[in-house]
């Protein structure tokens, strides 16, 4: 099946989706007709280590969750915000107040009716206190008022553009009060057995295998899901992961679940099918984060040289296997579609970049020793898997070219993380960026110096000061207007790209391998959608 | 001695396996004249067949394969080698107090080699290799941290059953000083079992490193045949040349190591020397 | 009943060792570096250093660690081995749960090592220095030069992929259902390969021995006699040789079985067996201290178990320990 042809298809479930119509589609001639039943086997990798969505942002649990929780609101192709739970909203002129009008006749699978009580509560009381993006995405959210069942009122300090595309089922889903009251979050005992109102319903968990999920037959859009059951299994080891999709016991893997270097492989496989949609609220890049605390790398000169003798397109067909582009500046090319993007920025893929790094390196008063080294530097290594080793040895070499000698050092995940984000005794990192739907949501926190802070994972851990760019993310989190806001996140990447706190390196490209006889399965959030549309062919 | 050598050249098996370690050997000395580049410079295009430039073909990131076995033999005989010595040494030392002295402290170490050997070995030489960071030193430690009890109970074992013989007692009875004992009756009289299974720890040792480089927890500056496994791995099937030639490397080596110790075993063993 | 006292007596012997284990892999673990709710919270993206804090008391990190110690020590004697933060359930039912795929993979790969291996060795010893011995002898180190992983993967793209006869992975094929026959059936389906894979070095190990241990017992004055005595070759082998030269398998078998367990996370991983080498494996990664703890205790006092059994054995195979 060919992209287009997902993307066509993909565009009737829209349709479907957003005006929810019954299960019957437009019969297409040559579409099979849909079928009801089966179990579909989804591969995540790395096994969740709970379930608890609301409370813990990691990448492979929304896979699942998104099955059980459902959001106030979901995306469409082009990822403006469109109906889930709530059927309609309005934004009040100034921008402070949003009033969503509810779902009619939903319920959680306790089997509790589904109201604007359980919406207060999930923001107010379970994601502004326990979701690690609940400070940044919620900060202006003050209160929400409900004056009936089917109706909730959000108020606001001040506008927050970015809140209306960060309310999907993945981001901030709705849990049930009734079950959630006067406990810890944390510690709920539904943290592990979720209880939504989404298609699916949780059935076991067995440690080390796999996850149940059983169709729901009380789901509030007529005739969904077409599926009777999900199954999410784990395979710890990768070669396994891609066997078991061309042997036709897994039916779908996004995400990492499957390695880059097996995906032309498996494209190839006259069972499985590939597509790169539904990627499209990740945003996610690949970069060097340099410690400015180091007086070798304080220096502007050296980490523009860095970013010069990396060649990009290597990392792209070598690393990634393709399945990503050359990177610019700290903001991905998706953003491009909003206007935010712009690649008039410094440009460190000119044909004479070897020599205008060593040039710098020169002007910032490093020559070349009897050696030909300039500096020792350590990078280190990514524990999140194979490729970061590969990347990190290309880098070492990349470097060498410009006298810079580099030690990789490899450790496990927290010994890792301790030494880059809470005891900043590194040189330079390789971190792994999600921007998510909006810079205010996962790029603002690696730049801005409120965000330096001691051992919190993922923030500017760089020492990276600049008042003037402060300034422009400031404005542009606040300011409503998108066109007003992409000029100032222009300015912004030129700022960043010409004083290079970090490296930037290749755009991801993801992409799903999925068996032919799944149907239907890839909607604008991907992997982080329901898949109520889904069905099996026979 | 000597005429133990003699019968060992005439195993051929063991001949052929000291033939294939004479040249992993050589190898070794001559990898910085094959290739000067060493072995994790970008050499070519990536993933290419063997070729006549590239006899083994490239890795994914456009290495020389040749060349990282070759650096990589380096390193797997360093490792090998020098963990299965440490382990040796720590581990007759251990034994053979336990097994001279008996009493008390051959209870203790005894309870404590069986201590050792009681907690799975790859999960505590993983963890070893965590703890200490992964680097050449961390995975040599680690190595011989898990494998020397075997050796520590060979060498009480022949130290106890030496014990009671009668040369033993005799000396002991002229009244010979422990360590005389030890060093000059009782360790030669084993060292034929000990240089056998030493020389089969290093290949346990090679077998031990890959398993870690597997799963990361090699030095990642150090080129080694389990570095270019684990690397070659995602791509074993597209490209099957880039871990089949290191995992052939480290079966000949360990191979050829097992001949040689088989080798030792039957030419040095005195029990077996009649037959 | 000389026999059972002295059972009692090592299994008295067997507890220090347990404890002593317990108390050396609190400490070991708690050097390495890093910490479990820095880890939690990487993986959770953006984490404020209050939501870090929150699941640092939330996991008792926070308390000094003579305390952890002694409220290890005091609840792992009532086998409560603490909570695995990363998998939000308490370890000993994490690794209960993982032990039924261990030790059905453990005695699989057991059974089929010592059977083939002592048969090998056998075969090996009667024909020595014939072909047949040099045939199985380069066989059998082949399998022990060939790392467990990529024998696996092998294994998996011959007999998975291109023959189709085993599944890649796993315990069993949930999405069917089986149950009965039908259920055991898929399991030893699936069990097929990870066995193997794990089997076929202490194959050859158990091979090596049996041919050396019958050499030696060839030499040994009761066969001399035996043999002057005039009895048949085939009567001196099977009447007294091959128990007597059985017994060091047996003794290597139960040395190994820690080695077992530790081959048993490499080759879990690559066939995605729900077992406890897994959960190592994997507990290792995100630093799991609890879990890691509970795993070592657990699998430990299992060696400690195979020990006692091989011991049993040994005491009624071999007939000059008169305990």
């Not at chain 1, 009619?104 to 509560?121: K, L, R």
Request: hydrophobic share 45%; aromatic share 10%; with cysteine.
């Amino acid at each position: 099946m060919s992209d287009t042809a997902i993307i066509r298809l993909s565009r009737r479930d829209l349709l479907l989706a957003s005006v929810f119509v019954a299960a019957a589609p437009v019969a297409e001639a040559q579409t099979p007709t849909p079928r009801r039943g089966g179990t579909m086997v989804m591969l995540v990798h790395p096994e969740p280590s709970t379930l608890a969505t609301y409370a813990v942002s990691a990448g492979n649990i929304p896979p699942v969750t998104t099955q059980i929780y459902e959001g106030l609101l979901t995306y469409d192709w082009d990822l403006k915000p469109a109906p889930a739970l709530a059927k309609s909203w309005e934004i009040a002129p100034d921008g402070k107040t949003i009033t969503f009008r509810l779902q009619e006749g939903v319920t959680f699978h306790n089997g509790q009716p589904f109201t604007s009580a359980d919406v207060q509560y999930s923001f107010m009381e379970v994601a502004k206190k326990v979701n690690p993006n609940g400070p940044v995405i919620l900060a202006e959210l003050t209160s929400i008022d409900t004056p009936d069942p089917l109706t909730a009122v959000f108020n606001l300090a001040n506008p927050a553009p970015y809140l209306m595309v960060s309310l999907s089922s993945n981001n901030m889903p709705i849990v049930c009060k009734s079950v959630f009251e006067g406990t810890q979050p944390l510690n709920n005992p539904t943290a592990n057995r979720p209880i939504g109102t989404g298609p699916f319903k949780f059935a076991e968990w067995n440690r080390g295998q796999y996850i149940r999920l059983d169709r729901n037959d009380r789901y509030w859009k007529p005739g969904l899901p077409m599926l009777n059951r999900i199954i999410a299994r784990f395979i710890p080891d990768a070669a396994t992961r891609s066997a078991a999709l061309e042997a036709g016991e897994a039916h779908y893997a996004a995400y990492s679940a499957v390695n880059a270097a097996d995906i032309r492989r498996l494209q190839a496989s006259p069972i499985l099918g590939s597509t790169t949609q539904g990627y499209g609220m990740t945003a996610a890049i690949t970069a060097l984060e340099f410690n400015m605390r180091r007086p070798n790398l304080a220096k502007k000169e050296v980490r523009q040289a860095i970013a010069y003798a990396i060649d990009r397109q290597f990392l792209v067909d070598n690393v990634l296997y393709g399945f990503a582009k050359p990177a610019t500046g700290p903001l991905s090319s998706v953003f491009s579609t909003s206007g935010f993007y712009t690649d008039q920025v410094r440009r460190f893929d000119v044909p004479d970049r070897i020599d205008i790094a060593n040039r710098l390196m020169d002007e910032a008063g490093f020559p070349r020793g009897t050696d030909g080294k300039r500096m020792s530097l350590y990078l280190e290594i990514n524990s999140f898997g194979e490729q970061w080793l590969r990347q990190g040895e290309y880098i070492k070499q990349a470097l060498a070219q410009i006298g810079i000698d580099v030690t990789l050092r490899s450790e496990d995940t927290a010994t890792w993380l301790r030494r880059c984000y809470t005891d900043y005794d590194y040189d330079i990192n390789e971190p792994f960026y999600s921007a998510g739907a909006d810079p205010v949501v996962g790029v603002h926190r690696h730049y801005v110096s409120s965000a330096i802070r001691r051992g919190t994972t993922f923030v500017n851990n760089k020492d990276y000061r600049n008042p003037e760019l402060d300034g422009l993310m400031d404005a542009a989190t606040r300011e409503p207007d998108p066109a007003r806001r992409a000029t100032l996140y222009h300015e912004a990447q030129k700022i960043l790209v010409e004083d290079s706190p970090g490296a930037w390196l290749c755009e991801v490209q993801y992409v799903t391998i999925f068996n032919k006889k799944l149907h239907d399965h890839t909607g604008p959030l991907g992997a982080y959608q329901a898949l109520d549309r889904a069905w099996l062919d026979r | 001695m000597r005429a133990g050598l003699r019968r060992f050249a005439r195993n051929r098996m063991a001949l052929a396996g000291a033939f294939v370690i004479f040249c992993v050997v050589l190898l070794t000395v001559t990898a910085p004249f094959l290739f000067p580049q060493g072995a994790f410079s970008l050499a070519g295009q990536p993933l290419q067949p063997p070729s006549l430039r590239f006899p083994l073909g490239t890795d994914a990131l456009g290495r020389d394969v040749a060349a990282g076995v070759a650096e990589g033999a380096r390193t797997s005989l360093l490792i090998g080698i020098s963990a299965a010595l440490s382990a040796v040494l720590f581990g007759a030392a251990v034994g053979g107090v336990a097994g001279y002295y008996r009493g008390p402290i051959d209870l203790l170490l005894m309870r404590m080699t069986e201590f050792f050997q009681t907690i799975p070995a790859f999960l505590l030489a993983m963890l070893l290799v965590v703890i200490l960071s992964p680097s050449l030193l961390s995975v040599i430690i680690a190595i011989a941290a898990v494998s020397w009890p075997g050796i520590a109970r060979l060498v009480r074992g022949e130290f106890v059953a030496l014990g009671g013989r009668e040369f033993i007692l005799a000396s002991a009875g002229l009244g010979a000083s422990g360590p005389r004992i030890i060093f000059r009756h009782l360790l030669p009289n084993c060292l034929s079992s000990i240089i056998a299974v030493g020389s089969l720890l290093v290949a346990t040792a090679i077998l031990l490193e890959t398993g870690l480089a597997f799963l990361g927890l090699g030095d990642p500056n150090i080129m080694s045949w389990g570095l270019q496994i684990s690397a070659g791995r995602v791509s074993l099937r597209s490209a099957w040349w880039v871990c089949t030639f290191p995992g052939i490397a480290i079966l000949l080596t360990v191979l050829s190591i097992n001949l040689i110790g088989d080798g030792l075993n039957e030419a040095l063993n005195p029990r077996l020397r009649e037959r | 009943m000389r026999r059972w006292r002295y059972f009692g007596y090592r299994l008295l012997l067997a507890l220090p060792v347990v404890f002593g284990i317990l108390i050396l892999n609190f400490f070991l673990i708690r050097l390495a570096p890093g910490d479990a709710a820095s880890v939690l919270a990487g993986e959770s993206g953006a984490a404020t250093p209050e939501y870090t804090e929150l699941l640092r008391a939330k996991f008792g990190l926070d308390r000094p660690l003579p305390e952890q110690f002694v409220a290890y020590i005091l609840a792992a004697l009532q086998f409560d081995l603490g909570f695995s933060f990363r998998n939000d359930a308490p370890v000993s039912e994490l690794v209960v749960a993982r032990l039924g795929p261990t030790v059905l993979l453990m005695i699989t790969a057991y059974t089929f090592a010592l059977s083939i291996g002592t048969l090998l060795g056998l075969l090996a010893a009667v024909a020595r220095n014939t072909w047949r011995d040099a045939v199985i002898s380069v066989a059998t180190l082949i399998c022990y030069a060939t790392p467990g992983f990529w024998l696996g993967l092998m294994l998996i793209v011959i007999f998975s992929l291109h023959l189709g006869w085993f599944p890649t992975s796993g315990f069993e094929n949930i999405a069917e259902g089986y149950e009965g026959w039908d259920r055991v059936l898929d399991v030893a389906r699936h069990l097929a390969m990870p066995a193997t894979a794990l089997g076929l070095f202490y194959l050859a190990l158990y091979t090596r021995v049996m041919r050396a241990s019958m050499l030696e017992q060839t030499g040994m004055d009761y066969v001399v006699t035996a043999r002057a005595k005039g009895q048949s070759e085939r009567r001196i082998m099977f009447g007294h040789m091959l128990r007597n030269a059985f017994l060091p398998v047996l003794t290597m078998a139960g040395v190994q079985a820690g080695n077992l367990i530790g081959g048993s996370v490499v080759v879990e991983t690559v066939f995605g067996w729900p077992g406890i080498g897994t959960l190592a494996f994997n507990a290792l990664q995100s630093r799991d201290l609890n879990l890691l703890l509970g795993i070592f205790f657990i699998s430990a006092c299992l060696v400690v178990i195979i020990n006692l059994i091989v011991e049993i054995l040994t005491v009624f195979l071999d007939p000059r320990i008169q305990a």
